[in-house]
């Protein structure tokens, strides 16, 4: 089992320009989170996924961010219109239905995100 | 609001010694998980421990334990015998069942010295 899966581990991006952070949960789990941990700072919730829903946004910045988790393939976090203030790492973590705390509960390596 | 104060940024502390780490936290409910997490350079989330606050004992992970003050709302992290290995960035957090994500505290960058 190869864990939680995100790439691309850095990604260089200049003002204006997509960003695109992909995310495949662990094999079997069917909710994945996305997590931003601004430079010297703890991670902060962004947004809460199951497949073809999105179940709690609440942290998610209103404009440019929007995340989706389709029926196939991996999970889409997408920033458009990048700005300085995005340079962040961005963490992915996925657990397994019915779960409860944070049993099951894996993170991935994240992505650096250099907004230049 | 739910938050969580760390209020060392740095530590260090010599190998084989003993070293706490404090974290408080603000919640006005009954139910919740903690946790303490390691973020060593490869920034690579690991769990080190987990207490229900249910649970009056403190849980122990081998050389890791926790002190945990349901009234005082506070849950700090001792490591025995210090090893380099253990050198990381450690945050403390906590989640409600209903909603499943964590709240993170700023996290106490510990250093371990040869």
């Known amino acids: 089992n190869a864990g939680v899966m995100q790439n691309p581990r850095h990604l260089v991006r200049r003002r204006g320009q997509e960003a695109r952070l992909r995310c495949s949960p662990m094999?079997?789990?069917?909710?994945v989170y996305w997590y931003r941990q601004l430079p010297e700072e703890g991670l902060k919730f962004m947004v809460y996924?199951?497949?073809?829903?999105?179940?709690?946004e609440s942290g998610m910045p209103k404009e440019r961010f929007s995340a989706e988790f389709p029926k196939e393939g991996p999970s889409i976090l997408r920033i458009q219109q990048v700005v300085r203030g995005d340079s962040a790492a961005y963490f992915c973590?996925?657990?397994?239905?019915?779960?409860?705390?944070?049993?099951?509960?894996?993170f991935g390596s994240g992505t650096r995100l250099t907004v230049v | 609001a739910q938050t969580v104060t760390q209020s060392q940024p740095e530590m260090s502390v010599q190998e084989a010694e003993t070293v706490t780490l404090s974290c408080t936290y603000d919640?006005?409910?009954?139910?919740?998980?903690l946790f303490w997490y390691k973020q060593p350079p490869s920034r690579q989330m690991i769990l080190v421990i987990r207490?229900?606050?249910?649970?009056?004992q403190n849980a122990t992970e081998n050389r890791f334990s926790v002190n945990f003050q349901k009234a005082a709302k506070s849950f700090s992290l001792k490591i025995s015998d210090s090893q380099l290995g253990d050198t990381a960035m450690y945050f403390c957090?906590?989640?409600?069942?209903?909603?499943?994500?964590?709240?993170f505290g700023p996290g106490t960058r510990l250093s371990v010295l040869p």
């Open positions: 207490q229900e606050a249910y649970k009056q």
């Open positions: 996924l199951q497949k073809e829903n999105i179940i709690d």
């Open positions: 919640t006005s409910e009954s139910n919740y998980y």
């Open positions: 957090a906590f989640m409600f069942p209903a909603s499943q994500n964590f709240v």
């Open positions: 973590a996925s657990s397994p239905a019915g779960t409860l705390g944070n049993y099951g509960y894996t």
């Open positions: 094999k079997g789990h069917s909710h």
